[in-house]
């Protein structure tokens, strides 16, 4: 194990109930983990497979699968190390046929979604976000909104909800949470609304 400060050992040594390490960059947290998961292997014996590490971005899990093969032995199993949406795709492709899914989908990258928008662009029902000059100028920032909106598991129906309340969707700092919105801004947000609830419900791309 290498040299940690006492708050480190002692988040590596808990063992009762949940721990939430709260800290800054560059303050070890990814070492925590990565020590964590060692000791976990190497002092309680905890089988590889019964851990689970699950970080936000491809190049955390890379990063922690590479500090963990530098303090592990030669031959160990990996645990389970990777993002978010990585382990929900495993478990669809091992389990997805239980649920009624096929597990022949297909999961489009970044440049692929934008290809699909811009392809049915024009059935979004989009007016101000599909300006005519230049019609694919905000199709990135539309799958970036969408794409949040199903992080924080808002559904389209929820959203088209808080929409039609007229309340912002992040309020600026130091304003009221429910403050309203203006007409031209709630109709950006229908459009917004509308576009994430032909997303999200495959009403786009099928044909």
């Known amino acids: 194990m290498k040299k940690l400060n006492s708050s480190q050992l002692k988040a590596i040594k808990h063992s009762k109930g949940p721990l939430l390490i709260i800290a800054g960059a560059g303050t070890g947290k990814t070492t925590v983990i990565t020590e964590k998961i060692a000791y976990l292997i190497g002092k309680k014996k905890v089988k590889p497979e019964n851990i689970l590490a699950l970080t936000f971005t491809e190049k955390a899990a890379r990063e922690m699968l590479e500090r963990l093969d530098v303090v592990m032995p030669l031959g160990y199993e990996e645990p389970w190390i990777m993002t978010f949406h990585s382990f929900c795709e495993r478990i669809l492709r091992e389990e997805g046929l239980e649920i009624g899914l096929s597990t022949d989908y297909k999961i489009l990258d970044q440049a692929n979604q934008w290809i699909l928008i811009k392809k049915h662009l024009f059935d979004l029902g989009l007016k101000y976000y599909l300006p005519l000059g230049n019609p694919t100028k905000f199709i990135g ?5 969408i794409s949040r909106l199903q992080d924080e598991d808002i559904s389209s129906k929820n959203f088209l909800k808080f929409v039609s309340r007229g309340r912002k969707l992040r309020p600026k700092a130091g304003r009221p949470l429910a403050e309203a919105v203006s007409k031209e801004e709630k109709e950006k947000y ?10 999200s419900t495959n009403k786009v791309g099928r044909e």
């Not at 459009?191 to 994430?196: G, T």
């Open 141 to 145: 920032a539309l799958l970036k909104f």
């Open 190 to 199: 229908f459009e917004l609304s509308k576009a994430h609830e032909k997303i």
